[in-house]
């Protein structure tokens, strides 16, 4: 079978001139070229980490649920622990990730993102970033809304009852692991983790949540990102097996 795109070649295997497209793959696997009918193989694991985060998720607002919406114990221990080791500079360290990542900036760094891969000419990875951020908000806000739960009485930021589950932590998840599984560079995945627990504890430091709302914004942002990345997987495949069946 020859390469639809001229080359001569089967493009099943690896011919050495794949070397030069690896500048304009969209992730390190030159078999994962944008335009290439090939079957990431992290999809099966993303689908069932997916899963998994969202029966946690499930699991815990029942927990939250069946506690009358009041924090659970360990909820009031961790913001104890939290009151005792409040300072001026750690909650003006506090404050960094909880002004970045609040809603302006999280639509700030998301359309600038989504810009970014249109203008490079990556689109599926523009249609999973900004899909990725407008589901997680559609699912976590209207959530909070309804659920209405107290957040801690001594909140150093937001006071409306809108607490379970941490909006913050759940988009920081979600751009952090959508940003990791397209790029697949180790860095991008250590500073996506960092810049998720930072988050969690930010939100956490300032009362602003209690630790089973940032957990379940993680979970949420987990599913999110993992779901919606393998549905843009099979999206992209197949229609570049319908494009390279045509081509035959």
Same mark, same amino acid.
């Given at each position: ?32 070229? $944008?335009?290439?009918?090939? &079957?990431?193989?992290? *999809? /099966? ?6 899963? @998994? #985060? =969202? ?86 806000? $209207?959530?909070?809304?309804? &659920?209405?739960?107290? *957040? /801690? ?6 006071? @409306? #009852? =809108? ?86």
């Amino acid at each position: 079978m020859t390469d639809p795109r001229g080359h001569g070649k089967c493009w099943l295997a690896k011919p050495a001139t794949w070397d030069d497209a690896r500048m304009d793959a969209t992730t390190d696997d030159t078999a994962l070229l $944008p335009d290439r009918p090939r &079957i990431d193989p992290r *999809r /099966p694991i993303a689908l069932v980490v997916g899963v @998994v #985060a =969202t029966v946690l998720f499930v699991a815990l607002r029942f927990a939250v649920a069946l506690s009358g919406s009041a924090p659970l114990p360990i909820d009031q221990a961790w913001d104890d622990a939290m009151a005792a080791l409040a300072n001026p500079v750690g909650v003006i360290v506090a404050w960094v990730p909880a002004i970045v990542g609040g809603t302006i900036g999280m639509i700030v760094i998301g359309v600038a993102t989504t810009i970014v891969f249109l203008i490079v000419r990556r689109p599926w990875d523009a249609l999973n970033v900004a899909a990725s951020i407008a589901l997680v908000v559609l699912i976590g806000a $209207p959530l909070a809304a309804v &659920i209405a739960r107290s *957040r /801690p009485a001594d909140s150093l930021a937001e006071t @409306v #009852a =809108t607490s379970f589950p941490s909006g913050h932590t759940a988009v920081a998840t979600t751009i952090a692991l959508t940003l990791a599984l397209i790029l697949r560079r180790r860095w991008v995945w250590i500073v996506g983790a960092v810049w998720v627990v930072l988050m969690m504890w930010s939100r956490t430091y300032l009362h602003a949540h209690w630790l089973s709302d940032v957990v379940a914004g993680f979970l949420e942002g987990v599913a999110v990102a993992t779901l919606v990345w393998a549905m843009v997987e099979v999206w992209r495949v197949r229609r570049a097996q319908r494009l390279h069946a045509s081509a035959e």
